[in-house]
């Protein structure tokens, strides 16, 4: 009995080893390689993911820092504005503590200063009153005098001849 429905087992063993190493020939030249580079490319994706992520944290740990620096330095300014307001208040109270002792002082000098001229002014106007009252009683004495040596000559006789040597 040979061989029922013209079937060659022979040639199908051979189609089936062809297929086989057509098969193993595309595994080892197309598949193979497509999985690497495919295995490749996914872990160089992973790898990135996991330095984004990295990095994400880092920067979000840097912006924690640049925060909390920040802070410290607002309270840092805050101390050094209220510091500096209040040595800028204790310096001015200190000048206008200076200004007012340099007014007094100069109030009392002036003061000083007016009394003397007052008091020189009263000497000068004292001396000027009793020379303008010597002067004044040397022109009465002078006048009564005057006035007396022409009422003795008169009374002498000679008055008519003086009154005329006056005229």
Known sequence: MGIPLNID????????????I??????VLLYKPVRDFMDKR?????????EAQEKLGQAAQLEASY???????????SQHKAKAA??????AEEQLKSARKQAEKIIVNAQESAKKEREKILAQAQQDIAELAATAAEKLVLKSL???YDQFLSVAGGGEEHEKQKS
């Open 9 to 20: 087992w022979q040639q199908i063993l051979l189609h089936l080893f062809n297929f086989s």
């Open 22 to 27: 057509l098969t193993a020939g595309l595994y």
């Open 42 to 50: 996914t872990s160089y994706y992973k790898q990135m993911d996991e």
């Open 67 to 77: 925060k909390e620096q920040l802070s410290r330095a607002d309270a840092q300014i």
């Open 86 to 91: 209040l040595d800028a208040e204790r310096t």
């Open 146 to 148: 005057d006035g007396a």
